[in-house]
């Protein structure tokens, strides 16, 4: 499926370059990794070896776990891509190519085809390696493919195309019946139909209206529009010109970005003003009587203003207080005219919808979600990164199949986090859940905006729940009584819980609470809070049991609940435990089990984070 | 905490500031943003020089101010050691980063150093949870941390710091 996508648009890019093009990922995950450094290293080399190249940087394929990912394409040959390149190893990689015509096998990861080029023997292709075998990119097609920071890259993968079709031959209710068509539904987690919203945004009366887009990414664990805007920017843009025009040519649109992302904001503004430069953007769009332009509203730092009445109040100056709906903001938005608001990843959709047509979009999905979802896949496993596949794929095949299983070998999956502080947890058994809207609730999580933070059994239950509630506690606005003082209530109860205190019937007040502040919040955040603590008390109870009634943390997380004691059993006699410990109590021969003295013991852990046995607990 | 000096205000700037965002709806974040920017947070006096200027009541602003978390109403050291607590990072062990600062700035969370080299502040998901756990200083971010690479992070900005303080 995924050649089928990448090869339909076909990478013009590199066909039409007669020069070698190195391209390296430079997304926030690469910056990360060293890219920075290496991309000056290249540069250096290039110039050194007298190479006649071009250097270009790139966002995010979604290998984060690969970062610094480094692709070379020489003229006529696939794109190879190498991984975790190092100062070292990049010699190797340019003398492969550059000296004796092959490449580098032991760095290479995959090749990735270009229509027409030579293939490499001996190297798999990008959709044969398992990563991205069961994956189908197309919101984050051009993501790491593309130089993010050129207008003209985007125009080679079809960049504007989509606009170009719309203002020569739709009118906005075609555009509007292709986007239901395609059963496109709202990507920042609420999933309300993107064609619905927009029609009622179009029938909501008078001139002025706004197109809004919430780049406000607050879930903890969850980075898929950042690596869009960071790889991609023209995209969301483009898919913010077609809703200008399809709801009645709304004159102007802001993009509420959180200021955690720097680097996104800064290649928003300059695609921003490329656009405005071939007149994608501005009077008169390209000679059409659209016109309509863009400003970026950098947020102060609060989760609550990804709430779509809280980024209004944010986006006119105010606190980020939301307000109850009626009325919604499709008829009383910015400025009190009607506005309509989509997530990044729902509007950088849209040029490929009006391209490819609603029928095939639906054509990928389930059958109430259609389309493809993007994951931000994290935690305790092996290939952490970027994903995008159909919606309704298996949990179970998102993480042992695309996610390559645990980080730790030996210690097993526990469960996987899905949808933030507005989620929950779902468990070994449900691994067989297909990931969509209806079915992840029904499994006791939501899909959310698309964080997926997998624990293996080395994590603690009612530490998640606590870290989640601990958050939307900080976050909440402080509006209304049921998300300000129930959160702190449940917080309370849930750090007793952790430190050895708690009391039976603990649970049930927990339970209480979290359906009293369920259906008496005002809005989605304090409505969702309590749910990383019911999803996790429906699976795990006997794990918050251990806690209360055996003092025990099975994950040997709670430090007030480790005794601090070698299990015979388990003890492998390694040793790794012994020079960790900072105050010289553990003591250990070889071949023998290691001890602790608990006189001398400061609590520190590092000994229990050492072990990769879990013999002391 | 050290108690630090406030900065003295500069009248023109705020004024001029004012003039250009002043005749538009909606502007007080970004006034405080472009203060902060100045005087890397925002000084009692530029709250009530805006205030008086346009019209504003103090309330509004010290509320707009106070309800988001990167507003800062006290000075902030030379670099500010964003540590993400987001969940990924919390899995893979941020906690044990945040108490390595402590240890070695004798520092709480949202504190300066005494000599306004370093601030503590762990933020909620900086994104790059792939690279867990991570921080990021002046923008620019650092990934697959332990308490030991923090601390060698640590030791290069004092160096960074004393290399760029020696006269030439």
């Known amino acids: 499926m995924l050649t089928e996508v990448l090869e339909d648009s076909s990478l013009h890019l590199e066909a039409h370059s007669s020069l070698p093009v190195i391209h390296i990922g430079m997304a926030t995950c690469g910056l990360a990794s060293g890219a920075k450094a290496l991309h000056e290293l290249i540069l250096k080399e290039v110039a050194s070896r007298n190479l006649a190249v071009k250097v270009v940087p790139t966002g995010c394929i979604g290998m984060c776990h690969n970062e610094p990912l480094v692709d070379i394409t020489m003229p006529g040959k ?30 290479a990861v995959c090749q990735i085809v270009i229509p027409g080029a030579e293939a490499f023997v001996g190297l798999p292709l990008m959709q044969e390696i398992p990563f991205f075998k069961g994956q189908v990119k197309i919101v984050s097609k051009r993501c790491g493919m593309i130089d993010p920071l050129s207008i003209d890259d985007y125009i080679a993968m079809d960049g504007y195309e989509a606009l170009k079709k719309v203002l020569s031959s739709m009118t906005p209710e075609q555009v509007i019946d292709e986007v239901t068509k395609s059963g496109l539904r709202g990507r920042g987690g609420g999933g309300f139909p993107t064609g619905v919203k927009w029609n009622l945004t179009r029938k909501s009366p008078g001139p002025e209206k706004y197109v809004v887009c919430n780049a406000d990414e607050g879930d903890p664990g969850a980075f898929m529009d950042r690596s869009v805007l960071e790889g991609d920017p023209h995209s969301v843009i483009e898919g913010m010109i077609l809703a ?48 309509f332009d863009l400003e970026i509203k950098e947020g102060a730092g609060a989760y609550v203003c990804g709430e779509e009445t809280a980024l209004l109040a944010s986006l006119m100056g105010e606190r980020g207080m939301p307000w109850p709906k009626p009325p919604f903001p499709a008829q009383k938005g910015v400025w009190g005219k009607p506005s309509v608001i989509n997530n990044v990843e729902t509007l950088a959709n849209i ?27 994290t935690g305790s496993i092996k290939n952490t990164g970027l994903i995008e596949v159909p919606a309704g794929t298996p949990l179970r095949e998102i993480v042992f199949s695309i996610g390559g299983g645990m980080v730790e070998k030996k210690i097993p999956f526990k469960a996987a986090q899905l949808g933030g502080p507005s989620g929950g947890c779902i468990p070994t058994s449900g691994l067989d859940t297909p990931v969509d809207f209806e079915n992840v609730v029904s499994a006791g999580a939501i899909m959310g905006s698309g964080g997926i933070v997998i624990m293996d059994e080395a994590a603690c239950i009612v530490d998640t729940a606590k870290f989640f509630l601990k958050f939307t506690q900080d976050e909440s606005c402080g509006e209304c009584t049921p998300c300000r003082v129930g959160s702190k209530i449940m917080l309370d109860i849930l750090t007793r819980i952790t430190e050895g205190k708690g009391q039976e ?113 | 905490m050290s108690q630090t000096k406030h900065i003295e205000v500069d009248q023109d700037f705020i004024e001029n500031l004012c003039d250009e965002f002043g005749n538009r709806e909606g502007t007080v974040v970004q006034i405080l943003q472009r203060i902060q920017e100045k005087y890397g947070y925002v ?76 601030t503590l502040e762990p933020v909620s998901c900086l994104g790059s949870c792939a690279l867990a756990p991570m921080a990021m200083v002046t923008d620019t971010a650092y990934g697959k941390l332990s308490p030991d690479k923090m601390l060698g992070l640590i030791k290069d900005l004092e160096s960074e710091h004393l290399s760029a303080s020696e006269p030439a």
């Open chain 1, 78 to 107: 696939n794109r190879v891509s190498y991984r975790n390149v190092k100062p070292n190893t990049l010699t190797q990689i340019l003398d492969a190519h550059f000296n004796k015509n092959e490449f580098a096998k032991k760095y």
């Open chain 1, 244 to 291: 200008s025009f399809a709801v009645g040519h709304a004159k102007k649109g802001y993009i509420y970005c959180r200021a955690e992302y720097p680097l996104a904001i800064k290649r928003l503004q300059k695609a921003i003003n490329d656009a405005r430069e071939r007149n994608f953007l501005g009077n008169n769009i390209l000679g059409s009587d659209l016109s």
């Open chain 1, 351 to 377: 040029g490929h919808i009006i391209l490819g047509g609603g029928d095939w979009y639906a054509s990928y999905g389930s059958e109430k979600t259609k389309g493809t979802k993007t994951f931000a896949l």
């Open chain 2, 43 to 118: 000084p009692a006096d530029a709250l009530d020089m805006i205030g008086e200027y346009l019209e504003i009541p103090k309330s509004k602003m010290y509320g707009v101010l106070t309800f988001y978390s990167q507003f800062y109403r006290e000075p902030r050291g030379k670099y500010v050691l964003k540590i993400c607590v987001g969940t990924a990072c919390h899995v893979r062990g941020a906690g044990l980063l945040v108490d390595k600062v402590k240890e070695e700035l004798k520092i709480e969370p949202g504190e300066n150093t005494e000599d306004m080299l370093f």
């Open chain 1, 505 to 617: 019937g603990d649970l049930d007040e927990l339970v209480r609470l979290s359906m009293y502040i369920k259906s008496n919040s005002l809005c989605g955040l304090g409505g969702a809070a309590p749910n990383p603590v019911l999803s996790t008390i429906r699976y795990f109870r006997d794990e918050y049991e251990a806690h209360i009634r055996d003092k025990r943390c099975p994950g040997t997380v709670c430090n007030d609940l480790i005794k601090y004691v070698v299990i015979e059993e388990d003890c492998t006699t390694c040793g790794l435990c012994e020079p960790v410990c900072p105050s010289g109590s553990v003591t250990w021969e070889k071949g023998e089990v290691a001890h602790i003295d608990l006189t001398t013991c400061i609590r520190c852990k590092a000994c229990v984070d050492a072990c990769k046995f879990r013999a002391i607990i």
